[in-house]
């Protein structure tokens, strides 16, 4: 039956609507070769943008503000061709993104950055925080310059992940590979962190009021003085959300950390002005001082003690000659009496008998003083032999 011109009328009226609805704008695709066609599509972005970008040089010193998908159509921007991935120059600075939702950042490469790598962050705005973010498959290596410069630097955001990246490289005496302020509701996984510094710097750290994080199945390479530094020391200003007197606070709260693989650094793990966190299933492999450090950096008024530390089923194998204060390090102002341990299998390579660790509180079930097999570390294999008698342990158990 053939339709009424009316009929088509009203049709076509409620197409043009619905295409003109905030949030129902039709899905857009476009590829961009230079920094000028980037920097003009993400200016002008509408929720369903998938950007592409071609091969070539991209430079640096970005900044987009308000740039907004929506759950429906988030905006991805992405490699057009994953093996030959698009490169941005950070030598004049990076990427930043303020106020931002529902956007994903895919197989990008970004190098030789002299200030921090990829910023995102809530644009200064403490109550309306950037959500919805995905940070995949990307390269971020630095060139190692000293002091503060981070290669991932995420400012009060909540609801987002970051997967299968690969991080080298960011400041020595003082930078991170993934510095986390006052972020809510994240999923870290599956990324290889890879650095030089054993001392200043910090692999990822989450501070700041961060919460509900989860850190599985990454690889730590000599990822600075602390692979994990689950807390640290925040100015007070840029807690978030603000501070209100009178209630308690810590650096860090609900933080699980399970399924990584750590070689090297200061200490793989440091509790520091930390209220709860779960650190279970890694293999921890010749850390050069300390398996794990408590510590209370912040102590203002209202702080807690760092407390409610929880350290099981890991795999921990040493040297003797690399080993401090029994493997332990306990600064002042902290509640180590709240921390408990279990279940850790616990081998030092050059001496067995000289395996056992000196815990705050008492083991339970605790293996010490046998090899647990691990496959072929001095070729980076740190997964467990098919007769492992601690297959039951560290990163390879957990399901």
């Keep these: 039956m053939m339709k009424s011109p009316l009929v088509h009328c009203v049709l076509g009226a409620l197409v043009s609507l619905a295409v003109s609805l905030p949030g129902r704008l039709p899905a857009a695709e476009v590829v961009v070769n230079d920094a000028t066609g980037f920097r003009r599509e993400l200016n002008q972005a509408q929720p369903g943008l998938t950007l592409r970008l071609a091969p070539g040089l991209y430079g640096g010193s970005y900044h987009f503000a308000n740039l907004r998908g929506s759950a429906e159509q988030p905006i991805l921007v992405a490699a057009a061709d994953p093996a030959n991935p698009p490169v941005f120059d950070g030598s004049t600075g990076g990427l930043q993104f303020s106020g931002v939702a529902h ?60 997967r299968d990246c690969e991080i080298e490289g960011w400041g020595t005496g003082g930078g991170s590979g993934i510095d986390m302020v006052g972020c809510h509701r994240g999923r870290i996984e599956g990324n290889q962190l890879r650095h030089t510094d054993s001392v200043g710097s910090t692999g990822i750290q989450a501070k700041g009021d961060t919460s509900e994080i989860v850190i599985r199945r ?106 401090g204060e ?24 050059d001496n067995p008998e000289r395996s056992r660790p000196r815990l705050p509180t008492e083991e339970k079930s605790g293996v010490y003083g046998k090899d647990p097999e691990l496959r ?24």
């Design 218 to 323: 990454n690889r730590f390479e000599n990822a600075g003085g602390r692979a994990i530094n689950i807390g640290g020391s925040t100015g007070l200003q840029f807690f978030r959300p603000p501070l209100k007197p009178g209630e308690e606070h810590s650096e860090a709260s609900d933080i699980t950390v399970e399924g990584n693989t750590f070689i090297g650094s200061g200490a793989p793990v440091a509790f520091v002005g930390v209220d709860g966190a779960k650190v279970c299933f890694n293999t921890i492999y010749h850390p050069k001082r300390w398996a794990l450090r408590i510590l209370q950096e912040t102590k203002a008024p209202g702080f807690v003690p760092s407390r409610n530390g929880e350290f099981t089923d890991n795999i921990v194998v040493f040297d003797s000659r690399d080993w």
């Design 103 to 162: 956007l994903e950042l895919r197989g990008l490469v970004i190098t030789n950055f002299q200030q921090n790598g990829l910023n995102l962050d809530d644009g200064s705005s403490y109550e309306t925080p950037a959500h919805h973010i995905v940070l995949r498959n990307l390269k971020v290596v630095g060139s190692s310059p000293g002091g503060n410069r981070d290669a991932i630097k995420l400012s009060g955001l909540v609801d987002f992940e970051v």
């Design 326 to 349: 029994g493997g332990v390090n306990i600064g002042a102002g902290t509640a180590p009496e709240t921390f408990s341990f279990a279940r850790n299998w616990w081998y030092c390579l």
């Design 376 to 399: 072929d570390p001095e070729k980076g294999d740190f997964t467990l032999t098919p007769a492992s008698p601690a297959r039951n342990y560290g990163a390879s158990a957990l399901k």
